[in-house]
């Protein structure tokens, strides 16, 4: 059984997240992720990225080739364990990129671990939505 403090530390984690994603901000996403081997992030139509070096190159890439960035999230599950918890959520994600926009939706999974009382992203997949 987790109390409601774990649940709001989780979905601010997840907020955080996407605060991050949407500002481009590197720094904080370097906060957010546990920074090991196991780590695991996989964008919507990409490869499996392993280890904290590989997901901060590729956020890295994105943020650099991005002007702008916008993301909308709709919280669709929750669920919290003692030490894990997945928040799975659907994006619409609008940036802009040398002139041209593109809107793309997307189904992600995020899974933080708490270590050291604190609520790490672990693995991120996104996957698109086809319509």
Known sequence: MTDLS?????????QA???AFSQRD???M????????????IHPGGRVLTGWESIQS???????NTDLMEIDIEILKVEIDLAFAYV???ETVLQSSRGRKLKAQSIATNIFQ??????????????PIMR
């Open 58 to 64: 590729s956020w890295e890439s994105i943020f650099k």
């Open 30 to 41: 370097r906060l957010l992720w546990w920074q090991g081997s196991t780590s695991l992030c």
């Open 114 to 127: 708490k270590m050291a009382q604190k609520w790490y992203l672990i693995h991120h997949h996104g996957s």
């Open 26 to 28: 590197i720094k904080n």
């Open 17 to 19: 997240f996407y605060d």
């Open 88 to 90: 799975i959520v659907e």
């Open 6 to 14: 774990d649940k709001e530390a989780v979905l601010d984690a997840n």
